[in-house]
């Protein structure tokens, strides 16, 4: 299973983004999408994720200004980012979980490579 993350660039503080990322692969189903980011010198923190119901979780520091959604069909995660700050720039991964196969599915747990948002003063 391979995921790719697109939709990073150079925003100004207070502008928008919208980051995509889609797996693709032999997948049997995807359980948890979800989106991480590191910034330099820093650990990798969780965004947010989402479940395959869409059951949501965000970090503290983004609530309310970033948005995570999938669309199951195109086995797609996307994060609607708004009032973007200095502090938000980082490398955002995303990241997913669940099975892949056709008649004995394994789990797998995948990671994008990563796209780079980078917000000014």
């Known amino acids: 299973v391979q995921l790719q993350a697109f939709g990073g660039g150079l925003v100004q503080a207070g502008g928008s983004l919208r980051l995509s990322c889609v797996a693709s692969g032999n997948i049997f189903s995807i359980d948890t999408m979800a989106w991480y980011r590191q910034a330099p010198g820093n650990m990798r923190d969780l965004v947010a994720q989402?479940?395959?119901?869409?059951?949501?979780k965000y970090g503290d520091s983004v609530r309310d200004r970033l948005t995570i959604s999938r669309d199951n069909a195109k086995n797609a995660v996307y994060l609607q980012m708004n009032s973007l700050k200095p502090e938000d720039t980082a490398v955002y991964y995303c990241?997913?979980?669940?099975?892949?196969?056709?008649?004995?599915?394994?789990?797998?747990?995948?990671w994008g490579q990563g796209t780079l948002v980078t917000v000014s003063s």
């Open positions: 989402i479940t395959s119901s869409g059951s949501t």
């Open positions: 990241q997913a979980d669940g099975f892949w196969g056709t008649f004995v599915p394994v789990s797998f747990d995948a």
